[in-house]
């Protein structure tokens, strides 16, 4: 009895791993919106400037903002279709 009782906690354990797969997904949406949000706003108010000296070695392109926003926006995007995925695969299994 020992052993098959070890083996359905095993199992279950796998099975609370696979239903939390959805949630792994789901976070780390979450956390790439923050970073995109993040750079929203750095771009929006780069910072108070203390002097009327020209800072031409720090001058930023609009495009750069709008490369690495791009990037994070796809990311976003693929990572909440890998958590739909997931949360569709995990409801079929738990309706069959």
């Not at 976070?27 to 031409?56: F, I, T, V, Y």
């Not at 930023?60 to 690495?68: C, F, G, H, T």
Request: proline residues 2%.
């Amino acid at each position: 009895m020992g052993r098959n009782q070890k083996e359905r906690e095993l199992q279950n354990e796998e099975k609370k791993e696979y239903l939390l797969g959805y949630c792994k997904y789901k976070q780390e949406a979450k956390r790439l919106k923050m970073q995109l949000e993040e750079l929203r706003a750095g771009e929006m108010s780069p910072g108070l400037a203390l002097s009327d000296m020209p800072k031409a070695h720090h001058q930023r392109d609009l495009s750069d903002y709008m490369v690495k926003y791009d990037e994070l926006a796809d990311r976003i995007i693929k990572a909440y279709q890998n958590a739909i995925r997931k949360f569709s695969e995990v409801q079929q299994k738990i309706e069959r």
